[in-house]
Nanobody
Framework: VQLVESGGGLVQNGGSLRLSCVAS????????MAWYHQAPGKGRELFAS???????YYKHFVEGRFTISRDNAKNTAYLQMNSLKPEDTGVYYC??????????????????WGQGTQVTVSS
């Protein structure tokens, strides 16, 4: 399994970015996946997840601003980020794991995490 994130960059407060998570060695459409944020000096935090049937869950601080989508033909997940804020700055990771009910459980198996993509939002 390999996950590769891309799409990060420098954006102004209120701007938008779309991150991509390309999966190989696993059929993304058959699995739950999630996006995590790691702010500078802090741990990795789950903020959005998607079940294999397309149900999505968002933490309150991104709901209405961020949207997960998938392109199954490309085995790719996306994270559309709008109305970005300086506190959204950090490294963004995708993960392929599983849901039990509404709870997402990350996989730490080899390849279940990408290398991350840096997002910087200037004030």
């Amino acid at each position: 399994v390999q996950l590769v994130e891309s799409g990060g960059g420098l954006v102004q407060n209120g701007g938008s970015l779309r991150l991509s998570c390309v999966a190989s060695g696993i059929i993304l459409a058959a699995n739950s996946m999630a996006w995590y944020h790691q702010a500078p000096g802090k741990g990795r935090e789950l903020f959005a997840s998607s079940t294999s049937d397309g149900t999505t869950y968002y933490k309150h601080f991104v709901e209405g601003r961020f949207t997960i989508s998938r392109d199954n033909a490309k085995n790719t997940a996306y994270l559309q980020m709008n109305s970005l804020k300086p506190e959204d700055t950090g490294v963004y990771y995708c993960n392929v794991g599983r849901h039990i009910g509404t709870y997402y459980y990350a996989s730490n198996a080899a390849g279940s995490w990408g290398q991350g993509t840096q997002v910087t939002v200037s004030s």
